[in-house]
């Protein structure tokens, strides 16, 4: 079995400010990948970015990027010079062996 | 990356009454999968749906209550049978694009009264 955990319900950041967002895995199988996904009131999913777990450097996608600690499982999603825009639920999510697993989510605000 | 459209995008249904909601995708795509969402919570795997056989369902899920069709690489549909107020959520549909994740329709906000 696999899991995702998001210890985080709730996150707060200041506009340009930087927040990070924590999620932690587990899983038995050497080949995965990782996601995090942006859902605003809309319900769209949006994928954010994404990283191969064969890959030793950390996925960057504008002003997100990932810390991505393999030994630790350990996935967690940096947004530099926060937007109003990035208010929305976000969800670290695990691919392996053909199955996607969720963490719970977590919400983040955006001060103005 | 593929699009899906998704609809209905909501419904108001009658207790007893069975609803399906459609997705369409722009390409061809081997697996898709249907989703449950209780609002501000995560996504619940419902089922995965593979053209040209039966919809595999997860634990608490079953075919008689969400009877699901795949009848091409670009089709499918999820009925949720029977509804009750309990069945009230947010249903999703999702397409795997291999290693480059998931694509996802934009939802159908379910209520039943």
């Known amino acids: 079995a696999q899991t995702v955990t998001q210890s985080q319900p709730e996150m707060s950041v200041q506009e340009a400010e930087t927040v990070t967002l924590s999620c932690t895995y587990d899983t038995s199988e050497s080949d995965y990948y990782l996601f995090w996904y942006k859902q605003p009131p809309s319900r769209q999913m949006i994928l954010v970015i994404r990283q191969e777990a064969y890959k030793q450097q950390n996925a960057t996608e504008n002003r997100f990027s990932v810390n991505f600690q393999k030994a630790a499982k350990s996935f967690s999603l940096k947004i530099s010079d926060s937007q109003l825009g990035d208010a929305a639920m976000y969800f670290c999510a695990l691919n392996a062996g053909n199955m996607l697993t969720f963490g719970g989510g977590t919400r983040l605000m955006v001060k103005p | ?113």
């Open chain 2, 1 to 113: 990356s593929a699009v899906i459209s998704q609809k209905p995008s909501r419904d108001i249904c009658q207790r007893g009454t069975s609803l399906t909601i459609q997705c369409q995708v722009d390409s061809q795509v081997t697996m898709m999968f249907w989703y449950r969402q209780q609002p501000g919570q995560s996504l619940t795997l419902i089922a995965t749906a593979n053209q040209g056989s039966e919809a595999t369902y997860e634990s608490g899920f079953v075919i008689d209550k969400f009877p699901i069709s795949r009848p091409n690489l670009t089709f499918s549909t999820l009925t949720v049978s029977n509804m009750s107020p309990e069945d009230s959520s947010i249903y999703l549909c999702s397409a795997s694009q291999g290693n480059y994740g998931y694509t996802f329709g934009s939802g159908t906000r379910l209520t039943v009264v």
